[in-house]
């Protein structure tokens, strides 16, 4: 019972003595009607046994007279027939304001809104959300998420920021995976997981995580569409993504306690001066405190549940995962790909297809878009412009691509479209690059420069795209050079008038002044 001040206490005293109720008393005092209530209670067990608070024992004769008069029996509220009608209206989400309308203008309801709001109050009350713990085996899950670093240096702007923290939580034993990063995509995310799956020493059977971009491309309940290389590191590993609802944040309720804990306990109020430095104190802070704190639920070490936990999780694969980038391409006229500058052979993959190229550190591989069936494998060529197709599977046949490049060529001139010819029967479709290369010339040079650098080339036994540009070029600077020169601007020439000729005229054209001097002709 909350203990009041002596004059407090007196004034609830008399003002029970004296038959007020409790709501009166509050109103008068300000005091809560519950440490009302138990004066009350004390006093009635007081007067029971004979003694007022605060005083001597009463007479028997006294003791009818300081009794309080029982109270009144309980008020029935106002809405009490119309109770069914308000319990479906609360149904349908009305409010208080709204059923009181309906009484008034349906039912006749003579009382005021005050009456509906406290009843309908009443019908509204209920107990708190509960939620049902779930519990886990050792190695069954881990979550994940990203929250906020401490202030760091960054090396590039040289201002304070805060980078991104991810945490993994291993769900039976808490322990968790800590690391900062200033750039957040999907290889990065990918990335993290296997850190943090070494860093455990083995793998958990599914990971819950939330639904952003980096790891869930389309968010769905049952089919979510997972980033490709999370989805590849994920069955490198053994483990399988369990995305949460959109909004339910209680699902991955021990990563969202793990890096709250984080961020109030070890990072609040700290700078570091690189992200090394956030790193190396997380990890120093996991395995000094974090991992020896006894757990408010379980009432056991975090360590020692992981030392359980430890022997239950996937052993680690023998490799680690081979990170790649994926993108979609167009199957060309060639039957090639063309992949960072440079071609790859793409067959079986018709001509105008759209297949995904996964791109290693030094691998290429070529899937089918729709089944992800792997179609050709090859190595990452080092230099830049190479075409990696066997001559078996150069296609010599002309395509419709084929007669549109002769007919530019023939348009510039007979070499150029000799030579055209020439490439595309030594190398196939292959050659229509080079053959777009130098019919490309002529759109920013003549013609005839062109056609004159092809029979150079020819006669020079230097066919080649890089060298024809550079005669194109010289060729073009010679022209420059051996056309006439034109003569300098001069001011003084006997066709050109005095200026006061052409002053006088605009004049009298435009104010009726007579011309002083010469009319123009």
Not at 6 to 21: D, F, H, M, S, Y
Not at 119 to 135: H, N, W, Y
Request: with cysteine.
């Amino acid at each position: 019972m909350n203990v009041l001040k002596p004059n407090k206490k007196t004034t609830i005293q008399t003002l029970l003595a004296r038959g007020a109720g409790q709501r009166e008393i509050a109103r008068i005092t300000g005091i809560d009607r519950k440490t009302i209530r138990k004066y009350q209670a004390a006093m009635a067990g007081a007067n029971s046994s004979g003694v007022a608070t605060g005083s001597a024992p009463l007479k028997e004769g006294e003791k009818a007279a300081q009794n309080p008069p029982p109270r009144p029996p309980a008020h029935t509220s106002a809405c009490e027939p119309w109770r069914e009608f308000i319990q479906a209206q609360l149904l349908l989400k009305r409010n208080a304001m709204a059923i009181y309308q309906d009484l008034v203008d349906v039912h006749g309801f003579g009382h005021g809104y005050n009456s509906v709001k406290r009843f309908v109050a009443q019908l509204r009350s209920r107990e708190p959300e509960q939620f049902d713990r779930l519990e886990f085996a050792p190695g069954e899950e881990a979550q994940v998420d990203y929250g906020e670093g401490a202030m760091t240096l960054d090396p590039v702007s040289g201002r304070w920021k805060r980078p991104r923290l991810f945490v993994m939580t291993l769900r039976y034993s808490r322990r968790s995976f800590r690391r900062v990063v200033w750039k957040s995509g999907q290889q990065e995310w990918a990335e993290l997981h296997e850190q943090a799956f070494r860093y455990f020493g083995g793998v958990v059977r599914y990971v819950v995580l939330d639904n952003l971009k980096e790891g869930v491309l389309k968010p769905d309940l049952y089919e979510p569409e997972l980033n490709p290389v999370y989805a590849s590191l994920l069955a490198h590993y053994g483990c399988v993504a369990d995305p949460a609802r959109v909004r339910d944040p209680n699902r991955k309720g021990s990563v969202e306690n793990a890096i709250q804990h984080t961020q109030d306990t070890a990072l609040k109020g700290r700078r570091f001066d690189s992200l090394q430095a956030q790193n190396e104190f997380l990890e120093r802070w996991e395995s000094t405190w974090a991992a020896k704190r006894i757990h408010g639920r379980e009432k056991r070490q975090v360590q020692a549940m992981f030392e359980e936990e430890r022997a239950s999780l996937l052993p680690l694969p023998i490799t680690r995962f081979a990170f790649f980038r994926e993108m979609v391409r167009t199957v060309c006229d060639d039957t090639t790909v063309r992949v960072d500058s440079s071609n790859y052979a793409a067959r079986p993959a018709a001509i105008g297809a759209k297949v995904t190229v996964r791109l290693y550190a030094h691998l290429v591989e070529i899937r089918d878009r729709q089944t992800g069936a792997l179609l050709r494998t090859h190595a990452r060529s080092e230099r830049r412009g190479a075409t990696v197709l066997p001559e078996d599977e150069r296609p010599f046949n002309p395509s419709r691509q084929t007669e549109l490049l002769w007919k530019l060529a023939r348009e510039i001139g007979p070499h150029c479209l000799a030579l055209c010819q020439q490439w595309f029967a030594r190398e196939g479709r292959v050659g229509q690059r080079r053959m777009w290369g130098l019919v490309g010339l002529a759109r920013h040079h003549p013609a005839a420069l062109v056609e004159q650098a092809c029979a150079l080339a020819v006669q020079q036994q230097r066919a080649t795209l890089k060298a024809i540009t550079a005669m194109v070029g010289e060729l073009a600077e010679a022209a420059a050079a051996a056309s006439p020169v034109a003569p300098p601007l001069t001011q003084r020439d006997e066709l050109i008038r005095d200026a006061a000729t052409y002053a006088d005229f605009f004049a009298a054209a435009t104010g009726g002044v007579p011309v002083a001097g010469e009319w123009l002709q």
